[in-house]
């Protein structure tokens, strides 16, 4: 084969390999930018913080557990909104058998009020944290998620290194409810410390609970703020999370003391009488 010939073919392959490269650029899913480190109006919001690409720890005692599962999955309709555009909007919620013993199952009619889909929820039950952590992995690796949601108790340092890597690969929240009480080292973006707060004042009724409000402290953050603990209020109706301001429910200072004058003497009034 003379050296003109070689090189016509060396040519056509690699036009074909040109071809086969756009085509699998062209038919790729677009995926979320995760940068390395956080954005600054990302790390001053922490209903942004929390829907982040990659895996973010929500710890809890055991009487705030409750809570912090609705703190969950108010994450999974805030982050349903804002997937519904693209058409991606499924999530997957991994549980052991003894937490859904324990703190009950997703019920559909809970759901629609939180603002979920019930048929956009894809509910595993599983004997042990191992089976829970391998059904988040496979989920993340299949790509067609919006998101993962699991509850486990132990988790090494290992196994939130994979999940924290799958996360953050596929451009993707992973969010791990885990008890309070475990201590060991994770390699998870965030860590927050989920209590319940009172809720909101209802405008049409005192006496009744208004919007759903949460103590959130941030424990931990890669690249990130510094530990921070706020307020935040879930909206029903538009399906997102609202900072409440310090001062918003704070009582009124007290009133100063004033001596009383003396048993026997009229107090002296700043008015003067005129006319």
Same mark, same amino acid.
């Given at each position: ?28 899913p ?23 690409p ?19 999955l108010?994450?999974?309709?805030a ?18 058998l ?10 559909? !009619?809970g759901?629609?009020?939180a603002? *979920?889909? !019930? ?12 089976? *829970? ?8 690796k ?24 799958? %996360? ?21 973006? #965030? ?14 009724d !005192? ?13 931990? %953050? ?7 603990? *706020? ?6 109706? #538009? =399906?997102?999370f =609202?900072?409440? %301001? ?7 200072p007290?009133?100063?003391? #004033?001596?009383?004058?003396p ?10 009488? #005129?006319?």
């Amino acid at each position: 084969m003379s050296g003109e010939t070689r090189g016509t073919s060396r040519s056509a392959l690699m036009a074909r390999l040109r071809q086969s490269i756009a085509e699998i650029e062209q038919s790729a899913p677009v995926l979320e930018e995760a940068p390395a480190a956080l954005p600054r109006e990302e790390a001053a919001d922490p209903a942004r913080l929390i829907l982040r690409p990659g895996l973010h720890e929500l710890t809890a005692s055991y009487e705030d557990m409750s809570a912090a599962r609705g703190f969950a999955l108010a994450m999974l309709a805030a982050r349903q909104r804002q997937r519904q555009r693209r058409g991606q909007a499924v999530f997957l919620w991994a549980m052991r058998l003894e937490d859904r013993r324990e703190f009950g199952a997703p019920y559909g !009619p809970g759901l629609l009020d939180a603002g *979920v889909s !019930p048929e956009r929820l894809l509910t595993l039950y599983a004997r042990s944290s191992l089976d *829970v952590l391998w059904a988040l992995e496979e989920g993340l690796k299949a790509g067609a998620l919006a998101g993962a949601l699991g509850e486990a108790g132990d988790v090494g340092l290992t196994e939130s290194r994979r999940l924290s890597l799958l %996360a953050a690969e596929h451009r993707m929240p992973c969010w791990l409810i885990r008890p309070l009480e475990r201590k060991e080292a994770s390699a998870a973006l #965030t860590r927050l410390r989920i209590r319940p707060a009172p809720s909101g004042r209802q405008v049409h009724d !005192p006496a009744a609970p208004g919007a759903a409000r949460w103590q959130v402290e941030l424990e931990k %953050a890669k690249a990130g703020p510094m530990p921070f603990r *706020v307020t935040m209020e879930w909206d029903h109706e #538009t =399906h997102c999370f =609202h900072m409440v %301001a310090p001062l918003a429910d704070r009582a009124l200072p007290a009133a100063p003391k #004033t001596e009383s004058p003396p048993a026997g003497e009229a107090a002296i009034l700043p008015l003067a009488r #005129t006319g």
